[in-house]
């Protein structure tokens, strides 16, 4: 028999030795270019090619994905009072996280209002009733939803539907090459129309060229983020 072969990816250890970083990315009004948030992005120790993805990922497999959320979400939100106190903080967790008690303690602690959660379009939903109750939850306390990865998969419109989003993140996806790109064009201009539609901010992820930008804004996206606007940085010490 051939023996299984161990994964480079330590999730326990990180767990163990809260070895997990945090990286902020910038979210600008596009018009103004005027940093309106952040997203915070988990960054991990070595094997450096490794992507966070791949841990998230590697941490499901272990059965171990809310505890390695968990740990991001709190790293994340301690960066919270350091950040201009008009400025959201965007986090990414999964909707059985999102559902926990731990989580609901995590939002509750800090100001509820500047807190972003990020719901990929994609996520799997066991129980959509339970679900929608704790999002109506952190809704009542403040807590925004954001749609994420919007035009990335062949998905059902369930979450637009059912959660009622107030931002709506089209994909990095539809957004390189947007300039010379009709089709891409035509879905970041429908997922921006259903944004508005539905009293959403609409947000692009992933852009690089002041070309994209341009484009952007001419189909009437509000906010965004990506390298042309600003990197990932840690926090200085």
Same mark, same amino acid.
């Given at each position: 028999?051939?023996?299984?072969?161990?994964?480079?990816?330590?999730?326990?250890?990180? @767990?163990?030795?809260?070895?997990?970083?945090?990286? &902020?990315?910038?979210?600008?009004?596009?018009?103004?270019?005027? /940093? /309106?948030?952040?997203?915070?992005?988990?960054?991990?120790?070595?094997?450096?090619?490794?992507? %966070?993805?791949?841990?998230? !990922?590697?941490?499901?497999? +272990?059965?171990? +994905?809310? !505890?390695?959320?968990?740990?991001? =979400?709190?790293?994340? &939100?301690? +960066?919270?009072?350091? +950040?201009? !106190? !008009?400025?959201?903080? $965007?986090?990414?967790?999964?909707?059985?996280?999102? $559902?926990?008690?731990?989580?609901?303690?995590?939002?509750? =602690?800090?100001? %509820?209002?500047?807190?972003?959660? #990020? /719901?990929?379009?994609?996520?799997?939903? #066991?129980?959509?009733? &339970?679900?929608?109750?704790?999002?109506?939850?952190?809704?009542? @306390?403040?807590?925004?939803?954001?749609? #994420?990865? =919007?035009?990335?998969?062949?998905?059902?419109?369930?979450?637009?539907?059912?959660?009622?989003?107030?931002?709506?993140?089209?994909?990095?996806?539809?957004?390189?090459? /947007?300039?010379?790109?009709?089709?891409?064009?035509?879905?970041?201009?429908?997922?921006?129309? @259903?944004?508005?539609?539905?009293?959403?901010?609409?947000?692009?992820?992933?852009?690089?060229?002041?070309?994209?930008?341009?484009? @952007?804004?001419? &189909?009437?996206?509000?906010?965004?983020?990506?390298?042309?606007?600003?990197?990932?940085?840690?926090?200085?010490?």
């Amino acid at each position: 028999m051939q023996s299984q072969v161990e994964s480079p990816l330590d999730v326990e250890r990180v @767990l163990r030795d809260r070895s997990l970083r945090v990286a &902020l990315q910038p979210v600008c009004n596009l018009r103004s270019r005027e /940093i /309106i948030g952040y997203e915070a992005l988990s960054r991990f120790p070595r094997p450096a090619h490794a992507t %966070p993805r791949q841990w998230f !990922d590697q941490a499901l497999h +272990l059965g171990l +994905l809310q !505890d390695l959320e968990l740990l991001a =979400a709190t790293a994340a &939100l301690k +960066l919270l009072e350091r +950040l201009p !106190d !008009d400025a959201f903080l $965007a986090v990414n967790v999964s909707p059985a996280t999102a $559902a926990s008690t731990a989580f609901g303690k995590l939002a509750s =602690a800090v100001a %509820p209002e500047r807190l972003v959660l #990020d /719901i990929a379009e994609n996520a799997t939903v #066991d129980n959509y009733h &339970l679900f929608t109750e704790v999002i109506d939850h952190l809704r009542s @306390l403040g807590v925004r939803i954001a749609l #994420d990865d =919007a035009g990335a998969a062949d998905v059902s419109l369930q979450h637009l539907l059912g959660v009622r989003p107030d931002i709506v993140k089209i994909d990095t996806t539809v957004i390189h090459g /947007i300039a010379e790109d009709e089709l891409r064009q035509a879905v970041a201009c429908a997922y921006a129309s @259903l944004a508005k539609r539905a009293g959403a901010i609409s947000l692009a992820e992933g852009i690089e060229t002041e070309a994209e930008l341009a484009m @952007l804004l001419s &189909l009437e996206v509000e906010t965004g983020q990506g390298y042309l606007l600003g990197r990932p940085a840690f926090l200085e010490d």
